[in-house]
């Protein structure tokens, strides 16, 4: 068009590298070719135009939050000679209508974090990893701590759900871990885990946790139940996590562990990767957090038990064996998610690891040979009905063993033979290595001999000579005393 105020059409054309025909087009006619196009008519009838403003709109108006594909079913069932090919055009039409005239949508407002202001906890559920320890299949949690300026981490895998000890083992162990305590703690996890509880247990345990702040000198404060995105923060941190985690689980190889400590040095050894990547930043925000006090806080809850005549006690619906001779006595119970501090008084006695009730609510059991053996002894028929049999072998070659004996002796003599087995690698000190002989005999087709099997474990302590020792007399010195004055005196 420039080129056509001085030049004819043909030569206009031409310069411009257009056509002789496409110059005469454009000098009668300057629009584009979007410009002249004419607006799209329907070509078929609207098969929703009886029914969207009769019957759908209503619906949407009475109930906001109905899914577009319930109402599309309804409207078949009302009218089935409709086609179901209209179901992607009923939801186009609705999404449009919700654009125009439907409610107010929440509206989520992104926050800017300050260095050592905020620290966010929550629990995300592990057991989709197919995790497994010792060949059996481990249903778990983690608890993940960040501080959303620096993008400090810190993960603790948790056996049971979303309690009070959970939340204060791993929030301490992730405050030592970054070297000091923000200003505010948020968390989601109370009203997930106290929910189920009355309000007067509901009560006392956030007053835990409210104490458990203050010791750090943290704000408590949590946000709605339900409203995940509250937590934002942390809730997208889940999934990466998860994330580096199960890449990590398959350039391993597989997800058996030998046991629970392996699995979470796996874990803080990711943890500890992710929060290399942000080093500069954490360090920073270190000189923005709040000294940690001297010591910790409790991190577990305190139950008082009584052992019953049966060489335990109950507790949380699981029985746990102790040793015979505390039978009757209380015992004060500090109990932690993967562990259980047994005290007489102000003496602590031993650790048990803790067990949890089954799925279904059934009662389960933790039970030691260690502690019943010497009453198996004398009552070996004890174990053929035992309710807590198969919890009481350490190891899967003795029961194996007490099957293979009851397939071929009688019931008395198969009791009395394993009942020794037990006795013979608690007399000994020889449990792992008395079930590699078993496994072998067993594997040859043979039954285990108590007798050559104590030959084979070393003699009898019974039999091991008595040694004394006499005692030197203190007048013995006074020889080696007197040279030593004299030479004294004669310097």
Not at 209 to 220: K, N
Not at 288 to 309: K, W
Not at 406 to 432: F, I, N, S, W, Y
Request: one cysteine or more; aromatic letters at 8%; hydrophobic letters at 40%.
């Amino acid at each position: 068009m420039k080129l056509r105020q001085t030049h004819p059409i043909e030569v206009a054309a031409a310069k411009a590298d257009f056509s002789r025909s496409t110059g005469y087009r454009i000098a009668h006619d300057p629009r584009l070719p979007s410009q002249k196009a004419q607006p799209r008519e329907r070509r078929r009838p609207d098969p929703l135009e009886a029914i969207f403003d009769a019957e759908v709109v209503p619906l949407l108006k009475e109930a906001p939050g109905l899914r577009p594909v319930a109402i599309f079913e309804e409207m078949l069932r009302r009218y089935p000679e409709l086609s179901p090919g209209i179901r992607r055009t009923l939801e186009r039409r609705i999404r449009s209508w919700r654009a125009l005239h439907g409610a107010e949508q929440d509206v989520i407002f992104r926050q800017v974090h300050e260095p050592g202001r905020l620290g966010l906890s929550d629990f995300t559920d592990m057991s989709s990893l197919g995790v497994t320890i010792g060949g059996q299949p481990v249903a778990h949690l983690l608890y993940h701590f960040r501080l959303p300026w620096s993008g400090f981490e810190h993960g603790h895998v948790i056996l049971g759900g979303e309690s009070f000890v959970a939340l204060a083992e791993g929030l301490q162990n992730a405050l030592w871990s970054a070297g000091g305590a923000p200003h505010q703690h948020r968390t989601d996890s109370l009203s997930a885990a106290f929910r189920s509880l009355d309000a007067d247990a509901a009560a006392d345990l956030t007053r835990r946790y409210d104490a458990l702040c203050a010791h750090y000198r943290m704000t408590p404060t949590r946000n709605n139940r339900g409203v995940a995105h509250e937590n934002g923060a942390i809730e997208s941190a889940h999934g990466h996590l998860r994330a580096a985690i199960r890449d990590a689980l398959l350039m391993r190889g597989g997800a058996e562990f030998a046991s629970l400590a392996d699995y979470r040095a796996f874990v803080d050894e990711i943890v500890g990767r992710r929060n290399a990547a942000h080093g500069k930043r954490i360090a920073a925000e270190r000189a923005y957090l709040q000294a940690l006090p001297s010591n910790r806080t409790t991190d577990f809850e305190e139950v008082i038990v009584t052992v019953s005549s049966t060489g335990g006690f109950t507790l949380r619906k699981v029985f746990y064996t102790v040793p015979s001779r505390l039978i009757g006595h209380r015992l004060r119970v500090r109990l932690f998610d993967d562990r259980l501090d047994i005290f007489v008084g102000g003496t602590h006695l031993l650790t048990l690891p803790r067990g949890r009730a089954q799925a279904s609510g059934k009662h389960d059991q933790v039970v030691s040979y260690h502690h019943v053996i010497h009453s198996l002894r004398r009552k070996p028929m004890a174990l053929l009905n035992l309710v807590y049999r198969d919890k009481l072998f350490p190891r899967a070659a003795y029961r194996r063993a007490f099957e293979a004996l009851m397939a071929q002796l009688p019931e008395k003599m198969a009791c009395k033979v394993t009942v020794e087995l037990l006795a013979l690698a608690h007399d000994r000190g020889c449990e792992r290595e008395l079930g590699v002989e078993i496994e072998t005999v067993l594997a040859a087709g043979l039954l285990p001999d108590p007798v050559a099997l104590r030959r084979r474990f070393g003699p009898d302590p019974s039999d091991l000579p008595t040694v004394s020792v006499a005692q030197v007399g203190l007048e013995s010195y006074d020889a080696l005393v007197a040279p030593t004055a004299w030479m004294g005196e004669t310097a």
